[in-house]
């Protein structure tokens, strides 16, 4: 459902983007609400889809993660069925964290998390590349992370 936002739609969303803790005593007081106003309009936001969830934001390197992989991944395109049966067997694994249809030379774009070098190279030989329909896997490693995939740009109208 698409609906239309203003002024107070886009500081209650960046807000909750960057705090989902705050009351909605706090929100009302940022935007010059009053609470049940505020509460209707997160209410709205929510039934719309905009608001998609409210997560916690965890530590990968406190987890023990030190490896981030980008891994594209090329498959045997045979039949929708082969096709879903890949789907379906990558988002079983724990440690691809995002995964994407992609064009270009790949088919998938799979972010995947490891403890070191090692825990990759197993997760690599005994889940990636046996996938069904895999031709092909290529991964790139991240040396440096600048910025983080958290928060989308909350837009001005």
Known sequence: MQIELDKIDRQLMAALQQNARLTTGELAQMTGLSQSPC???IRRLEESGLIDGYHARLSRRGL??????????????????????????????PEVVMFHGITGT?????????RDLDAYSDLLQ????????????Q???SLQEFK???????PAR
Do not use: C
């Not at 005994?126 to 896997?137: M, N």
């Not at 983080?148 to 909350?154: C, E, H, S, T």
């Open 64 to 93: 023990g993660y030190g490896v981030v992989a980008f891994v594209s991944i090329s498959i045997d395109h045979q039949n929708e069925l082969r096709s879903m049966e890949f789907v379906e067997a990558v988002r079983a694994i």
């Open 106 to 114: 790949a088919d998938f774009l799979l972010m995947v998390v490891a």
């Open 126 to 137: 005994s889940k990636l590349h046996r996938l069904p329909g895999v031709k092909q896997v």
């Open 39 to 41: 509460w209707r309009r």
């Open 148 to 154: 983080r995939f958290d928060d989308l740009p909350v």
């Open 139 to 141: 991964t790139s490693f």
